[in-house]
């Protein structure tokens, strides 16, 4: 795969559970990608999780970013439902 776009986010969690939580649930997702156009490395960083991109161009590069940030906001939404009951 050419990498013609890379992104890093990092996003900061409020505890370890959370982080754990979604690194157990994408883990599989970014070892087996769907698309040969781009992947995702996960990283954790104490409280931090850092997501690195490479895709092939832009739009494999967005089409990746939104879908691994809406699985994690889908896995936080779980986890909040989930601890306020």
Do not use: C
Request: charged share 20%; hydrophobic share 50%; net charge positive.
């Amino acid at each position: 795969m050419l990498i013609g776009a890379k992104a890093k986010i990092r996003l900061k969690f409020t505890n370890q559970k959370q982080i754990n939580a979604v690194l157990e649930a994408l883990t599989p997702e970014a070892n087996s990608p769907l698309s040969h156009r781009g992947n995702v490395r996960l990283q954790e960083d104490g409280l931090f999780l850092v997501l690195l991109f490479e895709a092939e161009d832009t739009v494999a590069l967005r089409a990746i970013l939104n879908a691994y940030l809406h699985w994690i906001n889908s896995i936080i939404n779980v986890i909040h439902i989930f601890s306020s009951s």
